[in-house]
């Protein structure tokens, strides 16, 4: 996973409030939080740091609101140098929900490596799905780490315009597949 989205992540934990934020880093091993902080924005890490974050922020905050900090730092992600870019290009053209879910698939490989692949299917007036496919197994068996996907598209819909977004997170383990049912 970029460096540069974990730091968005690490950051995004201010979000959460002073007291909550100082738990949450309290229950991440050191090591995980130091080799996030100090790593070059543009090098790879192990997505088993962002695992490690999102798991912690779960079982501290409760999985509602580790989904608001994943919309959260989505945001944070958004605004800096590596996704950027695609949502400024994106608004000026006319940002809404459905061309902000249509360019996931390249902002993932900017931000995942050998974590599968995303396509967009529009399904009506204001929903969509992205399809993860081979998704690998750190991912497809750990329900938190997904939740936070769907907490990040989520805060994608919501940058876009969409009112009361919300991806639903369905697994699809034997075919090696996520699906995340956006709506707004």
């Known amino acids: ?98 061309l902000a879910l249509g360019r996931v698939p390249r902002g993932w490989g900017l931000v995942y490596r050998h974590c599968g692949h995303l396509r967009y299917e529009r399904t009506g007036e204001t929903s969509g799905e992205l399809v993860h496919e081979d998704v690998p197994d750190l991912v497809l068996h750990n329900r938190p780490y997904l939740e936070g996907i769907g907490g990040s598209m989520d805060g994608i819909m919501e940058l876009s315009g969409g009112p009361q977004p919300h991806a639903e997170v369905v697994v699809e383990p034997d075919a090696r597949r996520v699906r995340y049912r956006c709506r707004w």
């Open 1 to 98: 996973m970029r460096a540069s989205h974990l730091q968005s992540n690490v950051a995004a934990l201010d979000d959460l409030g002073a007291v909550w934020a100082r738990r949450v880093r309290d229950a991440v091993p050191d090591e995980v939080l130091r080799e996030i902080e100090e790593s070059v924005r543009v090098a790879w890490l192990p997505l088993e740091l962002d695992e490690a974050l999102t798991g912690a922020v779960e079982r501290v905050c409760g999985r509602d609101r580790m989904r608001r900090w994943s919309r959260d730092a989505i945001a944070r992600s958004a605004e800096g140098p590596l996704l950027g870019p695609i949502m400024g290009a994106l608004t000026r053209i006319g940002l809404t929900p459905h």
